[in-house]
């Protein structure tokens, strides 16, 4: 490659990214917090007890308020994760979300995390919540967006536990969050 063709390349690589970061800035917080919900399963083993069999959906329980409306129904739509297809349920009764592989409890949930975390403890079931502190009170992954920047925070801890194995590349890019 010359000289002139590298720099060439690199402008569009550089025009490209700039692109992508300024789509980003226009996802609001439930299009990022439903992206990653959407994504995450790739990165997780479940314990057997945690799944109906292998041909089982990996289903997704939003418990309380659900803040994506129908973002996360767009996104999951079709799409499957290590050969399972992705479903979605909702309930404000956790009762009828046992059995989910991936809970979100909503911050509509905040006062009750602790005893929801202690009721599905022994599940199997990765929690993830957007509540302050969440991976504090014992769940297992606490997304947030701060200054138009998305993070996550990881408890391994939780998440070995509850017999899960989440992906050392997740945890590697955890972020802290400076309160």
């Known amino acids: 490659m010359t000289a ?10 550089l025009i490209f990214l700039l692109s992508q970061l300024q789509a980003a800035e226009n996802f609001n917080d439930a299009q990022v917090k439903a992206g990653f919900l959407s994504k995450i399963g790739e990165f997780v ?12 959906p990996i289903t997704i329980g939003i418990l309380g308020n659900d803040p994506f409306g129908s973002v996360l129904d767009e996104l ?24 989910c592989q ?6 509509s949930e905040e006062s009750r995390v602790r005893d929801i975390l202690a009721t599905i403890k022994a599940d199997g079931t990765l929690t993830v919540s957007d509540v302050e502190q969440f991976t504090k009170a014992g ?18 801890k939780a998440a070995r536990s509850a017999g899960l194995n989440i992906s050392a590349k997740v945890a590697r890019n955890s972020t802290t969050r400076d309160d």
């Open 45 to 56: 083993t479940w314990p057997q007890k945690a799944s109906a069999g292998p041909g089982s």
């Open 102 to 107: 991936i809970l979100f409890i909503s911050s």
């Open 139 to 156: 769940g297992m992954i606490e997304v947030f967006v701060k200054s138009a920047k998305p993070g996550y925070n990881v408890n391994l």
């Open 4 to 13: 002139f063709s590298r720099q060439g390349f690199r402008w569009v690589l």
């Open 76 to 99: 999951v739509q079709g799409k499957e994760i290590k050969g399972r297809k992705l479903a979605i349920r909702r309930a404000a009764n956790l009762g009828a979300l046992r059995g």
